[in-house]
């Protein structure tokens, strides 16, 4: 497992070069030909942990606090970073913010020059309705989790931006779970796409598509998706709206999530 991951952070890094190569015309002071391509940009990292940033109402209609640890390079002067949300794996049944998959790429991402969030988000699958329907849910949660958690950031902004955050180069991406909160948060962006089986009247799931998990009145747009092992509804998704560059990782030989399926 941990040589599979290694492979996936080393893909990360080459979707985040181009980023950055992009960006290099936008910012050639900020650009060195080190920083936010290699590991050893920056010699270490800081961690502030458990940053509350929402909540809202959990599978079982309880009130729960949503947190994430938040990396970033030791000794940076830079006042206008790239930021990085991430969101962990776990079948939305467990793991965690600190999971193994998760913090070896924050500390990496952070070592390259970016800021690195690792959320928490509402996990759970009632076993009461239709198990299919359940899990639409759980995605639900998590994508309305993963739209607060990027207002936050950019209503930090007000309030003298203490991570020196780039509002316009805010990226987000996930492992297996978190990557289907990372597609369904970037590509069901119109009301019309807001799935059938998501009752808004439920408790946490209403809101439409920006959901009640804080810091309304910001934008939770994000500018490129990375996927490790997640998958759409439907690919549908991707036919309204703006599509934001998206770069995919999958195995092929992927049980959990089956590699080429799905519609």
């Known amino acids: ?91 939305f049944l467990s793991g965690s913010n600190g999971g193994l998959e998760v913090v070896p790429l924050c500390e990496d991402l952070a070592q390259m020059g970016y800021v690195v969030a690792s959320m928490n988000y509402r996990k759970g699958v009632s076993i009461l309705g239709n198990l299919t329907n359940e899990f639409i849910k759980a995605v639900w949660r998590g994508v309305h989790d993963s739209r607060a958690a990027v207002r936050y950031f950019r209503h930090s902004l007000e309030y003298g931006n203490p991570w020196d955050i780039d509002a316009n180069r805010i990226y987000l991406g996930g492992i297996s779970a978190g990557a289907f909160i990372a597609l369904h948060h970037a590509y069901v962006d119109e009301q019309s796409e807001i799935p059938a089986q998501i009752d808004v009247t439920e408790v946490g799931l209403g809101g439409g598509l920006e959901g009640l998990s804080g810091n309304t009145g910001y934008s939770s747009e994000v500018n490129g998706v990375f996927n490790i092992a997640g998958a759409l509804q439907t690919t549908d998704f991707m036919n309204l709206g703006v599509n934001e560059p998206l770069f995919s990782i999958h195995g092929t030989e992927d049980q959990t999530v089956p590699y080429g399926e799905g519609g």
């Open 1 to 91: 497992m941990f040589k599979m991951f290694s492979h996936f952070r080393c893909q990360v890094f080459v979707f985040l070069l181009l980023i950055s190569s992009v960006y290099t015309l936008m910012a050639q002071d900020e650009c060195d030909g080190y920083r936010y391509r290699y590991t050893g940009a920056f010699d270490g990292f800081e961690v502030e942990y458990d940053v509350p940033y929402g909540e809202n109402f959990n599978v079982n209609f309880l009130p729960e606090e949503l947190v994430m640890d938040v990396y970033s390079p030791t000794g940076d002067v830079e006042e206008s970073r790239p930021l990085i949300l991430i969101a962990h794996g776990g079948f």
